[in-house]
């Protein structure tokens, strides 16, 4: 393979036999390298293919501007994300790297964002939030920086958006699926969902996961009955609307929804 342009000492876009423009890493690759050179396969970690040519724009763009040890770091938390998930979309490294770099930013200029997911995401994908712990630990023992865990939560949400399947038909279900629902919680509440609002993007993002899990049957681990007692108690129309959306999934798909999945689309329909 051929360098077509170097992106870091470690970063490289190459062409291959078929010409097809690839993203080539590893520690090394583009150092004291020239467009024409041929790419040393001994220093080659990781060979992207994105077949949607905006994505491999935004990864050229992206490692063009992130220092080698940050690109090292979010190499190793891919790394042990699919010793522990499986196989992962080439995707995810760029929305992890993107979001890893600015994290950091964000930290050494004193900026904290909040992470109005991170009980949620806690809750509903155990393993994803454990492996953003981890990576919390691997960015502050290479880079020596200690970031908020509300960032381990927003890692969680990239991996677990990045297990969706992505095959056409399962989307389309899903998708589907969602505009139900979402016509169910409009006619119910009696209102216009406000599409800018960022509660109703919040709502999106549990539906997209809400969906999936009823697809793919699964299913959330007993929760505390006191907490779905108080959040019952709290939001009783919200409550109302989450059970009418369990009716008709079970009418749908003969699914009872558990009460913690009741409880989290009780809270999302009481902020719209």
Same mark, same amino acid.
């Given at each position: 393979?051929?360098?077509?342009?170097?992106?870091?000492?470690?970063?490289?876009?190459?062409?291959?036999? #078929?010409?097809?423009?690839?993203?080539? *890493?590893?520690?090394?690759?583009?150092?004291?390298?020239? +467009?024409?050179?041929?790419?040393?396969?001994?220093?080659?970690?990781? =060979?992207?293919?994105?077949?949607?040519?905006?994505? *491999?724009?935004?990864?050229?763009?992206?490692?063009?501007?992130?220092?080698?040890?940050? *690109?090292?770091?979010?190499?190793?938390?891919?790394?042990?994300?699919?010793?522990?998930?499986?196989?992962?979309?080439?995707?995810?490294?760029?929305?992890?790297?993107?979001?890893?770099?600015?994290?950091?930013?964000?930290?050494?200029?004193? =900026? &904290?964002?909040?992470?109005?997911? #991170?009980?949620?995401?806690?809750?509903?994908? +155990?393993?994803?939030?454990?492996?953003?712990?981890?990576?919390?630990?691997?960015?502050?023992?290479?880079?020596?920086?200690?970031?908020?865990?509300?960032?381990?939560?927003?890692?969680?949400?990239?991996?677990?958006? &990045?297990?969706?399947?992505?095959?056409?038909?399962?989307?389309?279900?899903?998708?589907?699926?969602?505009?139900?629902?979402?016509?169910?919680?409009?006619?119910? #509440?009696?209102?216009?969902?406000?599409?800018?609002?960022?509660?109703?993007?919040?709502? =999106?993002?549990?539906?997209?996961?809400?969906?999936?899990?009823?697809?793919?049957?699964?299913?959330? #681990?007993?929760?505390? +009955?006191?907490?779905?007692?108080?959040?019952?108690?709290?939001?009783?129309?919200?409550?109302?609307? &989450?059970?009418?959306?369990?009716?008709?999934?079970?009418?749908?798909?003969?699914?009872?929804?558990?009460?913690?999945?009741?409880?989290?689309?009780?809270?999302?329909?009481?902020?719209?």
């Amino acid at each position: 393979m051929k360098i077509s342009k170097i992106l870091n000492n470690n970063a490289a876009l190459v062409l291959n036999e #078929q010409h097809q423009e690839l993203v080539a *890493m590893g520690r090394g690759v583009g150092f004291q390298k020239r +467009p024409g050179d041929a790419l040393d396969p001994a220093l080659v970690e990781k =060979i992207f293919a994105l077949q949607n040519h905006e994505l *491999m724009s935004r990864l050229s763009e992206v490692l063009s501007g992130i220092p080698a040890e940050e *690109m090292a770091v979010c190499n190793d938390i891919l790394k042990l994300a699919k010793k522990q998930l499986g196989r992962l979309p080439d995707e995810v490294y760029l929305a992890l790297l993107d979001h890893c770099h600015f994290a950091i930013e964000r930290q050494r200029q004193g =900026i &904290a964002l909040h992470n109005a997911l #991170q009980w949620e995401m806690r809750r509903l994908y +155990p393993t994803e939030f454990a492996l953003g712990l981890q990576a919390l630990e691997l960015i502050e023992q290479q880079l020596g920086l200690s970031l908020p865990e509300d960032e381990a939560g927003f890692i969680a949400w990239h991996l677990a958006n &990045a297990q969706l399947n992505s095959e056409a038909s399962e989307m389309q279900a899903i998708n589907q699926l969602m505009r139900q629902i979402l016509r169910i919680v409009k006619d119910q #509440q009696g209102l216009e969902l406000d599409e800018q609002a960022l509660n109703y993007h919040r709502f =999106i993002a549990h539906l997209k996961f809400f969906a999936q899990r009823v697809l793919s049957q699964q299913q959330l #681990q007993a929760g505390d +009955p006191s907490l779905h007692a108080a959040v019952k108690a709290s939001y009783p129309r919200a409550w109302l609307n &989450a059970e009418c959306v369990g009716g008709f999934i079970w009418e749908q798909y003969q699914r009872a929804l558990e009460p913690d999945e009741l409880m989290f689309l009780a809270i999302h329909i009481s902020r719209l």
